[in-house]
């Protein structure tokens, strides 16, 4: 019986046994398979050769003469590192042509799933934090992209490179460092795997994770810290309402004021009304200052009158010098 590999006796034979060697063509090139798939490739040449055969882990053909085309079929392929090889026999001389079936065969993961890596439930605006995307089960590894998302936006794409050039399943994970600030309150955090598998292969449907929401706490924040409002001699509405996780309490000066966000009254005096917010992450105060409603028609009155002090002025200059330069003329 007949068994490869077989080594060339001389040099000189190969030269002229190439000449009349053939080549071998595979079709397809290469395979990218999920576990478990079928799988089946030809491999033809172009000269009649003594012998053709497929020899892998799985489904090795036996060597045949008389043919110039071959097919290695796999019902469902479960050798992850296969690696089937085509050959020829030329001649009586045992000289040997071959070629590797290159292939990928790849699992989408049983799992992928995100947590808080800090040991904490609780989320502080402005502090530093870390997200880990477990990746469970998957092959090859090494084609594993994990992308990142807040919302609809993608933050990060994560080339986890792996060390081992394992073709079986493995874990992966990837790391984000977030700083959330209050903006981010109930945001959702995602992850999701994504095989790279070139342009034969299929792109199986990227594998995305359960999102995080994550809940921030932040202290309260005036965008204006003074309002003014007009005493019109109706009711007046202090609102001192303010974003704040947890929600912040309030207390105001003059203190007989009720500890409230919004303070409506009709007896409220002119003056200023102090405002503070707080939780326990911080405090904001605004001032509110309710004035006469009148002063504004006051002030007109007082620029007017300045207005025509400024015009008398500058008449009376200009009569005088023109008294001046009438007085040295008649000199
Ligand atoms: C292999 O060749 C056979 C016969 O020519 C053909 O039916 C089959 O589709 C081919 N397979 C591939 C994977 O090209
Ligand atoms: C979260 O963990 C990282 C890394 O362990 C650390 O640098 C960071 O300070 C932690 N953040 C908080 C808020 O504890
Ligand atoms: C991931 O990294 C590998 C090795 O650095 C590189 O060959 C590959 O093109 C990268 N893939 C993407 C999608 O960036
Ligand atoms: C991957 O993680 C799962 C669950 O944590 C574990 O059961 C399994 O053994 C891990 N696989 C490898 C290859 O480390
Ligand atoms: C919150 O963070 C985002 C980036 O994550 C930034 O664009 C935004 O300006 C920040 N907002 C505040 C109020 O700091
Ligand atoms: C804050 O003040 C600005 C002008 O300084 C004004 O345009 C804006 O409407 C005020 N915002 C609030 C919430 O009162
Ligand atoms: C107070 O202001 C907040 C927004 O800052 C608003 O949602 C709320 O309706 C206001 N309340 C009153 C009583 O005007
Ligand atoms: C009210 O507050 C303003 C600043 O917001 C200050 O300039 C003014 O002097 C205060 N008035 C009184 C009567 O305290
Ligand atoms: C507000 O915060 C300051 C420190 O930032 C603190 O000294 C003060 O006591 C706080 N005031 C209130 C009313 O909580």
Known sequence: MFSPPFRLAYLSTYFILSA???????TPPRLVLEYGAPASANCSTDIIPKMM??????GSVDPMSGVQQLTWTVKSITEWDIKPLCFIIVGDSGFQQKTFLPVTIYKIPDKVSISLLNDTRLIIEGEIYWLQCDIQNVAPVQN??????????LLKRDNVTSEENTKEPQNKTSKLQ?????????????????LELGAEGLQPPPRPAEPL??????????QNHTEILLDSGEMITLNCTVKANPPAVYNWIPAHLKPRPVITSSSLGLGNYTCTASNQYGNDTKVFTIRKKGSRVVFWSILGSCLVLLLGLIAGYVGYVWLKISSNSVI
């Not at 009349?20 to 595979?26: A, E, H, P, Y």
């Not at 055969?53 to 799985?58: P, V």
């Not at 977030?178 to 994504?194: K, L």
């Open 20 to 26: 009349v060697s053939g080549s071998l063509v595979l």
């Open 53 to 58: 055969a497929w020899e892998a882990s799985q």
């Open 144 to 153: 594993v992209i994990v992308n990142w998302y807040k919302e609809q936006t």
């Open 178 to 194: 977030i700083r959330p600030n209050r903006t981010d309150d109930g945001a959702h955090y995602r992850c999701e795997a994504e």
């Open 213 to 222: 929401i994550i809940s921030v706490a932040y202290m309260p924040q005036f």
